[in-house]
């Protein structure tokens, strides 16, 4: 019989440590002390094959299995895999009362066990340290079974993961209490993956489960947005779903079969529920985009207080993704689209919206708001509608999601701005404080990211708030030493040295701190890798009439005799003349409408893979809703990545999955040709003589020739580029914890 349910990792079970004893027992058969005979003999070969397998999986020849570094775990897996296999064969064979096919079954069982047991353990999700147990609950299961006993009391004492590798086996199929076993194993699995009981109900084996009415009622407080899936379904899950007797069961149902407006409902689950709103309220206002918005704002600003007052709350993550897509689709695309039109016409759909409404919309659209989006519409009128006053906007919605908003700010460049508005800079303090603090509890890295790329803006803006952010990352790593919080420590120490290197007094150097690829520089050597030891630079174009403008800007720079120009139908190819051998491919920027500027990049990447010319440098040429296109085309081999448009700073961290040694420039607002050429020339002529890029230099030289010193300011430089850093050092140090741990 197949598994019923799957195999999952698991932690490793506390044992009592004690001598370690070498393992030395047989694989062979005729180690085994029992001779089988000639017609199951095979059979029991099949068995040794997976043991030898399984004692191979750790690449030393011997009978023992290095599970763990635990010398106590190591003896008994391998003491269970060799003894305990061996001795459960012979205690077949010799055993009388069972008969002859039985036996046979049990060897199958056995070696389909220790195969499962393999598979799990090599793709790891499988603990070693359950073998032990599952080859005395296998054992105990055959002593039942073969007196016509029901195995399900032995299933029941156990633990999921051990007892699905015992009745998957196959072994007892043919069990008296298999119906009973596989209710338990159910029970078990469902125990374990709530998120999948429904999947389980919904097979036709399972419809008439004498328990499926429990399973449905931990199903709808667990997940209920899957049951409202199921909620509507023409068959008998879905009846049985309907015909509940459980409230919130019967509320899902109501509205998985209202009509197509089920959706519209779900994010208000708890309201409902709670009396607080009906069906016919939300009725009322659904097809009104701005009103459902506020609503759903109303009712977020009510989920969290009752949150942070540790009361519970069903359909949180509902309610939070419909309000983020509609704030994106409802706000942000439209006033994204009219970038060319006047504040008046552009920014009018914001004008029906309060000061907390406009606040969810700007931190539910980080990655898709415009620059011009933000500063010229969203955070002013933001600020004018709380009368200048950020304090009293964070605490009018409960401080929900402030982090967010502040990685906003320093990201847009108008963190300063927002700080200054406090009357009582304290407050400032302690908000800074809850930003900073606490990283090392925190799931991902998302929070640590924008503490790291928050700190630039800071620092260049206020060096007194700058210099109170420095003392709290040094505050926290200390703390975390102390308690010996190996992530927090991490962290810490990251972000603080991170921090101490953006003054360029500081003697920090990144690399030689945290083991990764030179932070300041860029060698020469390393962007001419190819073959022919060229430099190859790929620029993406696009076809809207700012990309066409630009694209004929650009190459009027190449009018001397330093540079010649190839023309192809869709792209160009630029080439040095004098000097280091440097080859730029730009596509031609072909209408849009059509989609002929995206064939002109495919065919223009297709020519480069043909003659194995891969890219160390990739140059973004577009506005910031171009930006994921081009991103997508970055190589690992890419060293400099220049995202000179709109908002391109908030893409940094997508460029890093593609290329994730890149040295990145983005711009904190608007991409300016003005200064975008000057950078392409200077970088150009660099490399056309040979120079390694050496930033903190380059980037003094580079604004020196800069006419808009103003938009200058808003570009960062690699080295400067804290939050890309720290991903990159994070994920460094820890491998090497971990490598040092284990």
Not at 310 to 337: C, H
Not at 550 to 577: A, C, H, P
Not at 639 to 645: A, N, P, R, T
Not at 654 to 668: D, R
Request: glycine share 6%; aromatic share 10%; proline share 4%.
């Amino acid at each position: 019989m197949r598994s019923m349910f799957p195999i999952v990792r698991f932690a490793a079970i506390p044992v009592l440590s004690f001598v370690f004893l070498t393992a030395a027992a047989q694989t062979s058969v005729d180690g085994k002390g029992c001779k089988p005979p000639i017609n199951r003999a095979l059979f029991h070969d099949f068995i040794d094959k997976e043991q030898r397998n399984i004692l191979r999986m750790d690449g030393k020849p011997d009978n023992l299995l290095y599970a763990s570094d635990n010398e106590t775990i190591t003896y008994l897996v391998s003491n269970a895999l060799t003894d305990k296999v061996n001795n459960l064969q012979c205690k077949i064979e010799a055993d009388s009362l069972i008969k002859d096919r039985s036996k046979v079954i049990y060897l199958r069982g056995l070696e389909k066990i220790l195969k499962t047991f393999g598979t799990g353990y090599k793709q790891q999700t499988v603990h070693a340290s359950y073998l032990p147990d599952v080859m005395e609950t296998y054992e105990a299961a055959i002593d039942r079974d073969k007196k016509g006993q029901s195995i399900e009391p032995v299933i029941a004492k156990k633990g999921y993961e051990v007892a699905n590798l015992v009745v998957g086996s196959g072994a007892f199929d043919e069990n008296s209490g298999f119906q009973a076993t596989r209710y338990t194993m159910l029970r078990k699995f469902s125990g374990v993956y709530p998120s999948r009981i429904l999947t389980v109900l919904a097979q036709r084996e399972n419809a008439d489960l004498p328990f499926r009415d429990s399973l449905i009622a931990v199903a709808a407080y667990k997940h209920p947005s899957q049951l409202y899936n199921y909620a509507s379904a023409n068959n008998r899950l879905g009846n049985a779903i309907r015909s509940h007797k459980d409230s919130l069961v019967q509320t899902i149902a109501r509205m998985a079969t209202s009509g197509g407006s089920g959706q519209m409902y779900f994010p208000f689950l708890d309201a409902i529920l709670r009396g607080e709103l009906s069906l016919a309220q939300i009725d009322a206002i659904k097809n009104d985009d701005v009103r459902y918005f506020k609503l759903l704002v109303k009712t977020r600003m009510n989920y969290m207080d009752r949150v942070r007052n540790k009361e519970s709350v069903r359909g949180l993550e509902d309610l939070t993704s419909r309000l983020e897509y509609k704030a994106r689709e409802v706000f942000v695309k439209e006033i994204n689209a009219l970038h060319n039109e006047p504040a008046s016409v552009r920014f009018r759909i914001l004008n029906q919206l309060s000061a907390q409404e406009l606040y969810y919309v700007a931190v539910s659209s980080e990655s898709e708001i415009y620059t011009s989006s933000y500063t010229s519409g969203v955070y002013p009128m933001i600020m004018q509608k709380v009368g200048n006053r950020g304090d009293s906007l964070l605490m009018s919605v409960g401080f929900d999601r402030f982090k967010k908003w502040i990685k906003l700010a320093a990201g847009f460049n108008t963190l300063s701005h927002f700080l200054k508005t406090f009357p009582n800079q304290d407050d400032t303090r302690s908000l800074m404080t809850a930003f900073v603090n606490g990283l090392e509890r925190t799931d991902g890295l998302e929070d640590g990211v924008d503490v790291a790329d928050s700190y630039v803006s800071i620092s260049e803006s206020d060096k007194q708030l700058a210099d109170f952010v420095l003392a709290l990352t040094k505050k926290n790593y200390e703390t975390n030493m102390a308690q010996n919080n190996q992530r927090g420590k991490i962290i810490y120490n990251l972000l603080h040295k991170l921090f101490l290197s953006a003054d360029p007094a500081s003697d920090i150097n990144l690399s030689k701190e945290f083991g990764i690829p030179p932070v300041y520089n860029v060698a020469y050597e390393a962007l001419a890798a190819d073959s022919s030891q060229q430099v190859i630079m790929q620029m993406f174009f696009y076809g809207d009439r700012d990309g066409q403008n630009d694209f004929r800007s650009y190459l009027g720079q190449f009018n001397s005799g330093n540079w010649k120009i190839t023309n192809e139908k869709q792209w160009v190819t630029i080439s040095s003349t004098k000097g280091k051998p440097i080859t730029i491919f730009a596509n031609r920027p072909l209408p849009e409408e059509s989609g002929q500027d995206e064939e002109a990049q495919r065919a223009m990447i297709a020519h480069m893979d043909s003659k194995g010319l891969e890219p160390t440098i990739v140059i973004h040429r577009g506005h910031s809703y171009y930006a994921p296109y081009t991103i997508q085309h970055i190589r690992p081999s890419a060293k400099i990545v220049f995202l000179g448009s709109c908002g391109g700073y908030h893409l940094i961290h997508n460029v890093l999955q593609h290329s994730p040694n890149a040295h990145i420039i983005a711009s904190k607002q608007i991409g300016k040709t003005i200064i975008n050429q000057p950078f392409f020339n200077l970088l150009n002529e660099k490399l056309r003589n040979g120079n390694s890029i050496d930033w903190i230099p380059f980037w003094k030289e580079f604004g020196q020739v800069v006419t808009d010193k103003e938009g200058f300011q808003d570009y960062i430089p690699p080295h400067k580029n804290l939050g890309a850093i720290f991903i990159k050092a994070y994920n460094t140090q820890m491998g090497e914890s971990t490598a040092s741990e284990g």
